[in-house]
């Protein structure tokens, strides 16, 4: 069993950045592969970026290409998601999934532990 914690949304102008955290308790966190979803209102979840078990390999969405950067820190059981020119479209609640996996993976599917989301809004 993984618990994840996200923080660090918040309300950001147009063109400011924000660093998530998703902190990591319970079972050895690097085997798992993390992700960050997004899910605004009215709109299908998203899945944003991923990182490998070891950092290895990462994914990202194309609308968040160039303006994001996924790292982790295993042995502080964090994955962060640091977000730079946000827009307003980025509005969402961020939500942080882990799965265990013995391959590189960055896939979208197969995410079983989530966090209970982090509220992040762009304004214009």
């Known amino acids: 069993q993984v618990q994840l914690v996200e923080s660090g949304g918040g309300l950001v102008q147009a063109g400011g950045s924000l660093r998530l955290s998703c902190a990591a308790s319970g079972r050895t966190f690097s085997g798992y592969t993390v992700g960050w979803f997004r899910q605004a209102p009215g709109q299908e979840r998203e899945y944003v970026t991923g990182?490998?078990?070891?950092?290895?390999?990462?994914y990202y969405t194309e609308s968040m290409k160039g303006r994001s950067t996924i790292s982790r820190d295993n042995a502080k059981n964090t994955v962060y998601l640091e977000m730079n020119s946000l827009k307003p479209e980025d509005t969402a609640v961020y939500y942080c999934?882990?799965?265990?996996?013995?391959?590189?993976?960055?896939?979208?599917?197969?995410?079983?532990?989530w966090g209970q989301g982090t509220q992040v809004t762009v304004s214009s």
């Open positions: 990182i490998s078990r070891s950092g290895r390999n990462t």
């Open positions: 999934a882990a799965k265990y996996r013995v391959t590189e993976d960055v896939s979208s599917n197969g995410y079983g532990y």
